[in-house]
């Protein structure tokens, strides 16, 4: 019985405000004998390509709250977004050499991982980069989970209007960074912000009409006014806190605020309050939050869209590639701190 | 040149918190000449009844703050829903003996009051007392602004459905008590809560399903929990601060919050924060702040439902009336107390 050795991401510890790599996130050996014989409808997936994403600090928690999204189980490997390719089947659905999409919570932080059954419906064969030739890593990020939160935040909940000013927080993230050449596209005066003079002159090379570094900016609501002349229309919602109230401060009337995150808040042990929601009244806002999840009408629209745009040179996406699955505890704190640059994926494996 | 005496309810100063009568209001005499001859287009009335309201509290501001209404012009009488009845008139569309609305922030609050040709369309001739019989203060309440707010708020903003729960805080105020009520026209589990156990008592008549006094709870979030098993699915926003956040506590996945005042927070230097916003994403909630007078479509059908529904004695309606336009300063600053019980009015003279 000859063992293949299998490192997996596991959760080990509920952090209360930033998790520790080792502590909280453990990467541990295990083995898998790929020779074993297979159930029926079971398939063994080589994980290629993993996501980390600011959402996944929600599911360190202790599984009786309830959230969206359930609470990742302690000592089992975590689960996000993942592509993969089959190397052993007994599924006819999931063919020896297909590309498979782990979707998102659901796509095992494991190199190895035997697919039952029962959770066939969490994966789904996408074998589209071997003819679009784009790079795997997008699969998980401009074309996975991250590009359509961007598409449907926007779209659907945005109710953008050309000339309308939108502005984006963390724009040079995973989803903001789309977000804003998104709103390009619409013909919209599109400014964000985002936490180094690198990433700021990043968003002005994809289009940003305006952007600042907001750690160097003392008076956020000032801040906004110059960079916004017109004020904002509407808001994409990544930060919360009092990046929230200084847009608040700056909404036009009838203004809309796409809350898809709030991600200064995650690591706190006590958020921030937010002082100006009469202004909600006065201004006619309106603040919805949204889970991409809800909008499954819309993976299909987005698919085309985004993998057009991405072919045709017309939306560009930044990627920062970890190598190794040994990074995987490193890459999400980076993503949590900020200290990522683009969307922050994890190469695991070549095809 | 005979004069007839002539009160006026003047803005006198600019309040930092609750306004003081006498000193931020104040009734003043004054004198006109009703047989002075009247330039063509104009017509004089004499007021009837007027009505306080909360949002009143936001136009005593210096006038260089922008908001959704003009600041009170210091030294000016004040204004507001009025009913009045023309006495003289050179304008054809006003007859001698007409009841005429003045509309929501135009109504002058003035025993007698001289409107010219170009101030004609903030006035509008309502006659329709005479055949309903319904009493006269019932038309700057109930079937003026207030009631027109509770109409749009709950059916255009709260997206209420039949078996949902409804909460709605200051209930038994001027438009909270009506929201209920039509709530229960709807067929929704209607609760609420208000200021003292006599309230409480008497939105249990309307037919409020449940209520509470709030100033006898210790623990808003863990009482809401009690009274809305179920959660809540529509809160009617009327009050904000510490009270909001026991609410997005305790609100359902995909709940509507329709804001409509934050009397709570009126009338505090500093604003109270709300720590809990990252439940809007989670729980993929709405907040939606409006302003009645956007929604002019909606005035027909309020006012026909709403008439209808009084005659039928479908909906009950509360009024404190206070005596005379020397009490409109205590009037209002017992709304802003919550001192009042239903809808504060200020019967000014008899037809």
Same mark, same amino acid.
């Given at each position: 019985?000859?063992?293949?050795?299998?490192?997996?991401? %596991?959760?080990?510890?509920?952090?209360?405000?930033?998790?520790?790599?080792?502590?909280?996130?453990?990467?541990?050996?295990?083995?898998? !004998? *790929?020779?074993? +014989?297979?159930?029926?409808?079971?398939? %063994?997936l080589k994980l290629l390509a993993l996501s980390?994403?600011?959402?996944?600090?929600? /599911?360190?928690?202790?599984?009786?709250?309830?959230?969206?999204? +359930?609470?990742?189980?302690?000592?089992?490997?975590?689960?996000?977004d993942t592509m993969n390719v089959?190397?052993?089947?007994?599924?006819?659905?999931?063919? @020896?050499?297909d590309l498979v999409y782990g979707?998102?919570? $659901?796509g095992?932080?494991?190199?190895?991982?035997?697919?039952?059954?029962? *959770?066939? +419906?969490?994966?789904?064969?996408r074998n589209d980069p071997k003819e679009t030739g784009l790079p795997i890593t997008n699969y998980v990020g401009v074309l996975g989970?991250?590009?359509?939160?961007?598409? =449907?935040?926007?779209?659907?909940?945005?109710?953008?209007?050309?000339?309308?000013? &939108?502005? =984006?927080?963390?724009?040079?993230?995973?989803?903001?960074?789309?977000?804003?050449?998104?709103?390009?596209? #619409?013909?919209?005066?599109?400014?964000?912000?985002?936490?180094?003079?690198?990433?700021?002159?990043? &968003?002005?090379?994809?289009?940003? !009409?305006?952007?600042?570094?907001?750690?160097?900016?003392?008076? #956020?609501?000032?801040?906004?006014?110059?960079? $916004?002349?017109?004020?904002? !229309?509407?808001?994409?919602?990544?930060?919360?806190?009092?990046? *929230?109230?200084?847009?608040?401060?700056?909404?036009?009337?009838?203004?809309?605020?796409?809350? $898809?995150?709030?991600?200064?808040?995650?690591?706190?042990?006590? +958020?921030?309050?937010?002082?100006?929601?009469?202004?909600?009244?006065?201004?006619?806002?309106?603040?919805?939050?949204?889970?991409?999840?809800?909008?499954? @009408?819309?993976?299909?629209?987005? /698919?085309?869209?985004?993998?057009?745009?991405l *072919? @045709?040179?017309? %939306?560009?996406y930044?990627e920062?590639v970890?190598d190794? %699955?040994?990074?995987?505890?490193?890459?999400?704190?980076? =993503? #949590?701190?900020?200290?990522?640059?683009?969307k922050?994926v994890v190469n695991v494996a070549n095809l």
């Open positions: 019985m000859p063992a293949t050795p299998n490192k997996q991401v %596991i959760f080990a510890k509920i952090p209360t405000t930033y998790p520790v790599p080792g502590e909280h996130i453990k990467v541990e050996d295990s083995a898998i !004998d *790929l020779d074993a +014989p297979l159930a029926e409808g079971s398939f %063994i980390v994403d600011p959402y996944m600090r929600g /599911r360190m928690r202790d599984a009786s709250i309830e959230s969206y999204l +359930p609470a990742f189980p302690l000592g089992k490997p975590m689960t996000g089959v190397v052993k089947s007994n599924n006819p659905n999931f063919k @020896e050499g979707k998102t919570a $659901c095992i932080f494991s190199e190895y991982s035997v697919i039952t059954k029962e *959770l066939e +419906p969490y994966f789904e064969v989970m991250p590009g359509m939160t961007a598409y =449907v935040g926007l779209l659907k909940f945005g109710a953008p209007k050309k000339g309308e000013t &939108l502005y =984006v927080s963390a724009a040079s993230g995973a989803v903001g960074q789309l977000v804003g050449q998104i709103g390009k596209t #619409l013909g919209m005066y599109v400014t964000g912000s985002a936490g180094s003079d690198e990433k700021v002159e990043y &968003l002005k090379e994809i289009g940003f !009409d305006a952007a600042f570094n907001y750690k160097k900016v003392d008076n #956020l609501t000032e801040k906004l006014k110059e960079v $916004c002349p017109k004020g904002i !229309d509407v808001y994409f919602e990544n930060v919360g806190g009092q990046m *929230l109230e200084a847009v608040i401060d700056n909404m036009n009337k009838f203004g809309r605020i796409v809350a $898809c995150g709030m991600i200064s808040q995650y690591n706190r042990e006590k +958020p921030e309050g937010i002082h100006n929601l009469m202004q909600v009244v006065a201004k006619r806002l309106r603040i919805e939050g949204f889970i991409v999840g809800d909008s499954v @009408e819309m993976i299909e629209p987005f /698919r085309k869209d985004m993998t057009q745009w *072919l @045709e040179g017309k %939306i560009k930044r920062t970890a190794g %699955i040994d990074q995987t505890p490193y890459a999400l704190i980076d =993503v #949590l701190n900020g200290r990522n640059f683009g922050q």
